[in-house]
Nanobody, 125 residues
């Protein structure tokens, strides 16, 4: 059974940094596409970043490219999102997600099937 538990959210000022974690259980992340999504109140869910099961091939939304970095730690079976230079528009509930096993289209956001509960990020000016 796929389980994803996010942590690391919080409140930060503009320009600050946060690192989100997503602890996975019931599967090994190095055979799945893993991703981060976010949803702000009144807005649709937005893909933020995804990483292939090679642990290197990453895709980012234009709004976060150059500021956010997605990574994995296979030994800890954990996904991370390092967020730097945060802006108020980054405020949202951030959720991690996993694809089906051995998915090859990790940049196709509709391929993500399993979701965590989310962690809130609030950026204030």
């Amino acid at each position: 059974q796929v389980q994803l538990v996010e942590s690391g959210g919080g409140s930060v000022q503009v320009g600050g940094s946060l690192r989100l974690s997503c602890a996975a259980s019931g599967f090994t992340i190095n055979t799945y596409c893993m991703g981060w999504f976010r949803q702000a109140p009144g807005k649709e869910r937005e893909a933020v970043a995804g990483i292939a099961w090679d642990g290197y091939t990453a895709t980012y939304s234009e709004s976060v490219k150059g500021r956010f970095t997605i990574s994995t730690d296979n030994a800890k079976n954990t996904l991370y999102l390092q967020m730097n230079s945060l802006k108020p528009e980054d405020s949202a509930m951030y959720s991690c997600a996993a694809s089906a096993p051995y998915e090859v289209f990790c940049h196709r956001w509709e391929r993500y099937k399993s979701w965590g509960q989310g962690t809130q990020v609030t950026v204030s000016s």
